[in-house]
């Protein structure tokens, strides 16, 4: 459709498109507006909504859409992109009924969600519900590993293993990735000694614990 193209296309290429359609310029025009449009922006003028215009540019699939449709934008231009689009589709229920129901629906993004709450301050801090991550000297070691983290969420410590193969860097990474504070490294050497270092991952700072007392740094007082 060359409605939604128009912005991108050279100058005079839309017009003669629509020309060799047999499509009068003034019928698309941004002046033009049908009857229903003219109505739906008078219902919400009235109800305070004031910014809503007349787009002849946006356009929908025409297999089932039957009336007016729309796209609702974020007055941030740090945001320019639709946030959601939808329209009138009175004939969609006919596939799965007998009935005539009029119909309207809508769908959102969740990435221009995402940059609307950030632009707009509105996005909470993530905060990962896991609280340590156990990241394996060799994939040999995942059994040792996932019996230090039964103890642990026995203890009610939220704790992650990376069950890959993974190099022991990339499971650094991965787990600072996703905002997780601890990481403890489970090798031969730990499980022989019996003592572990609790790196904290936002300060770099090492504590050593022995496995009986590694739950007790990760419980809230």
């Given amino acids: 459709m060359f409605l939604d193209r128009r912005v991108k296309m050279h100058s005079g290429e839309f017009e003669r498109e629509i020309a060799d359609l047999g499509v009068a310029a003034e019928l698309i025009s941004p002046n033009k507006m049908p009857a229903d449009v003219a109505d739906v922006l008078s219902m919400l003028k009235d109800r305070g909504v004031t910014n809503a215009v007349f ?85 040999a070691l995942v059994k040792e590993a996932a019996a230090i983290a039964k103890e642990l969420r026995e203890r009610n410590v939220a704790t992650a293993i990376d069950f890959g193969e993974k190099k022991l860097g990339d499971q650094i990474k991965a787990a600072a990735k996703h905002g997780i504070p601890y990481l403890v490294v489970v090798g031969d050497n730990e499980l022989q000694s019996g003592e572990f270092v609790v790196r904290d991952l936002a300060t770099g700072k090492e504590e050593q614990r022995s496995r009986a007392k590694l739950a007790s740094l990760f419980l809230t007082p």
């Fill in 55 to 139: 787009d002849p540019s946006i356009v929908r699939g025409f297999d089932y859409y039957s009336g007016i449709v729309f796209e609702l934008f974020d007055t941030d231009p740090a945001n320019p992109r639709s946030l959601c689009g939808g329209g009138r589709y009175d004939n969609l229920l006919d596939l799965f009924c007998d009935d005539k129901l009029p119909a309207v629906g809508a769908a959102a993004g969740d990435a221009t969600l995402q940059h609307f709450l950030s632009s707009r301050g509105l996005l909470p801090e993530y905060m990962p519900p896991t609280k340590v991550y156990l990241a394996v000297t060799s994939p």
